[in-house]
């Protein structure tokens, strides 16, 4: 009997998270980052001849979320005709393209030793977008990579959201790197990190699950 199709991780209720996605990770973000933006309420300024944000003195207990951007980088570029689509949908089928999108994170990030929230916290630090900027160089060769993969149509929904969600780390990434050039977009971008680790953490669970049930036949 075919599995059904993955199911898509539910939106966030509105004042919180779910519990289970408050891992480190998650934490960090959403503290560390909304601290952040709510330090530097005008955007960044200028020391030393450089543009720069403030980063000291971050009290989780004086944190709040900040506004949700104007939808700057919620353009749903893709659609499921974008999508090469096979209508095999056995076991073998289905763990070679869970295999597939492994190896595709391996190939296109499985050099860099630290995530991506790590990565912007120390763009933020000290200034140099070196690291930041090899990391968001990644992004459209993995999207490229992404858009080539043949997707069993069970996973079709699931490939069509990853696909999009990573459209829109390239859009964010991208922003972030241009604080002297477009400090406002920049600005704008900081605020979607927190949203953009949520939602991979909700997909990357997703996959989890279905892989376990596939294993088990």
């Given at each position: ?20 996605t408050k891992n480190l990770t998650q934490e960090l973000a959403d ?94 630090v000290t200034q140099d977008p070196a690291m930041l900027r090899s ?83």
């Amino acid at each position: 009997t075919p599995l059904p199709p993955v199911p898509l991780p539910s939106a966030p209720t509105a004042g919180g998270q779910n519990q289970e996605t408050k891992n480190l990770t998650q934490e960090l973000a959403d503290l560390y980052l909304r601290g952040i933006v709510q330090q530097n309420p005008e955007g960044p300024t200028t020391k030393k001849g450089r543009k720069g944000l403030s980063v000291s003195r971050l009290s989780p207990e004086s944190l709040s979320f900040p506004p949700s951007p104007s939808g700057e980088f919620d353009v749903q570029r893709f659609e499921l005709r974008d999508l090469r689509i096979t209508a095999d949908n056995t076991t073998a089928r289905q763990l070679a393209y869970l295999d597939a999108l492994h190896r595709l994170n391996g190939k296109n990030f499985g050099t860099f030793t630290k995530n991506i929230v790590d990565v912007v916290g120390d763009w933020l630090v000290t200034q140099d977008p070196a690291m930041l900027r090899s990391y968001a160089a990644r992004v459209p060769t993995h999207l490229a990579d992404l858009l080539a993969l043949t997707v069993p149509s069970q996973w079709q929904e699931f490939h069509l959201e990853n696909v999009n969600l990573w459209h829109r780390k390239l859009l964010v990434y991208a922003a972030l790197v241009e604080l002297e050039r477009d400090p406002l977009k920049s600005i704008l971008a900081l605020r979607e990190v927190p949203r953009v680790i949520q939602e991979t953490l909700e997909l990357d669970r997703a996959l989890a699950k279905r892989f376990r049930e596939l294993r088990r036949g």
